[in-house]
């Protein structure tokens, strides 16, 4: 017999369940081996968590089994919430393949919630739409092969046929950047549907926008280093370096740079290696290594 509280979880399908310390290692870890999984930290007496839970299970539900969903009470379960260090509600973890791989704390915007489950999801095994898939495959191809232009032409005519294709869209973005086109690849972005602006293609190519600027005025690599070697509290000489390493196409020593930074002093510049490792995450594929090994690296030095 379904309990009062749960029937409403109950009839998702199994997306979105209530959790206890009982049944987390079946509903979150090992569960997480086979669709990831997000956890919604909360508690009844937490007001923006009556705003944020449903605004999160909606987006689960509308990610269509691609994503689960399992609800811990932090009243009831205090052992596993010390255990995960969860120091304020709402937080909200991901897990995949048994690890956390992404999270944030406190309310934030639907358009937000909605690119974090897209975001998730793209971590496993779920479906992706048909549409012109085909093409897009092909022109992805293209631009792997050092064919930007080529690429952007099938991008641009996929476009034609279906303005509203994210990928298409992402995929016209990156093959400007690759022509270096960084003003028409920004116009590109200005000019996209709204009803696609919060998709996960979309996101990743306003970081990759906002990472190429940067590239353009990053300072030498040598001055830099030599700068942090000889002061290693140079915060400003390491986040500069970071961006000169990224721009040189060293992107885990980017990452190891400005994590390193946001552990020395994770509020200088108002929190700005924080940010970047964020962009520069935001700009890889979900399942890229280096994006995921950084996320569980980041998320386990802000749950300390």
């Known amino acids: 017999m ?20 009982a049944t ?12 990831p999984v997000i956890v919604d930290f909360w508690a009844p007496w937490c007001g923006p968590c009556k705003t944020l839970g449903p605004a999160l299970e909606a987006a689960v539900t509308a990610a269509k089994g691609a994503v689960r969903m399992v609800k811990l009470d932090v009243d009831q379960n205090q052992a596993i919430a010390g255990q995960l260090q969860i120091q304020s509600i709402p937080t909200v973890y991901a897990f995949w393949q048994g690890q956390p791989v992404d999270g944030f704390q406190g309310a934030v915007a639907g358009s ?45 005519a996929i ?27 920004e116009a590109v972005l200005n000019g996209a549907p709204a009803e696609i602006s919060a998709s996960a293609e979309l996101e990743a190519a306003h970081a990759q926008l906002e990472l190429a600027k940067q590239a353009a005025s990053a300072g030498p690599l040598d001055e830099l280093r030599a700068a942090v070697n000889a002061d290693e509290n140079n915060h400003q000489a390491r986040f500069d370096l970071a961006t000169a390493m ?7 020593g980017a990452v190891d740079q400005l994590l390193d930074l946001f552990g020395r002093d994770r509020e200088w510049n108002d ?27 980041l998320s386990s030095m802000i749950f300390v």
């Not at 990224?246 to 885990?252: F, K, N, V």
């Open 112 to 156: 937000e919630i909605e690119a974090f489950v897209t975001r998730v999801a793209a971590m496993g095994p779920g479906g992706e739409d048909d549409g012109l898939a085909a093409a897009v495959e092909a022109a992805e191809e293209m631009l792997t092969a050092g064919d930007a232009s080529d690429a952007a032409q099938t991008f641009a």
């Open 2 to 21: 379904l309990e009062l509280g749960a029937s409403q979880n109950e009839q998702a399908d199994g997306l979105i369940k209530d959790g206890s310390e």
């Open 159 to 185: 476009l034609e046929e279906e303005p509203t294709n994210a990928a298409a869209y992402g995929g016209l973005v990156r093959a400007h950047l690759a022509l270096d086109e960084v003003e028409q690849a």
């Open 271 to 297: 929190g700005a290696a924080k940010a970047q490792l964020f962009t520069i995450f935001d700009a890889l594929e979900a399942k890229d290594p280096i994006a995921l090994n950084g996320r569980r690296r």
């Open 24 to 35: 987390f290692m079946q509903d979150v870890v090992e569960m997480s081996q086979k669709v």
């Open 246 to 252: 990224h721009a040189a196409g060293d992107l885990e």
